[in-house]
């Protein structure tokens, strides 16, 4: 079973779930939101790139653990879905903090 895989999918939907069922900032429906993640992604492909890349990886993934799926550049798929959990709970987090800084400081 790959489990990097499964993990990887299991982090997206936890992450947007948390964001519709919970935080709803509404991050996700805002083009900066997506602007944002293209510039992510225009990062992460060359670095990632050069770190997986097979013909001589810094990092090694076991193969039986991911879909074997790599594009472009040897970067495994499931690298661009954690990712984007990991950059978009950020985001949601940090709008969510400062939209409780700003209650607290209308209450003020």
Do not use: C, H, N
Not at 52 to 64: G, I, M, Q
Request: charged residues 20%; hydrophobic residues 55%; proline residues 5%.
């Amino acid at each position: 079973m790959p489990e990097y895989t499964v993990l990887a999918v299991l982090a997206v939907l936890a992450t947007v779930g948390l964001e519709l069922l919970w935080l709803r900032t509404g991050v996700l429906r805002r083009v900066q939101f997506w602007l944002a993640m293209t510039v992510v992604l225009a990062f992460q492909v060359p670095v990632d790139g050069w770190l997986t890349k097979l013909s001589a990886p810094v990092v090694r993934y076991d193969e039986a653990r991911t879909l074997g799926v790599r594009w472009p550049w040897d970067i495994p798929v499931e690298d661009f879905l954690f990712g984007f959990s990991m950059v978009t709970l950020t985001i949601l987090l940090w709008a969510r903090a400062g939209r409780s800084g700003e209650e607290t400081d209308d209450a003020a």
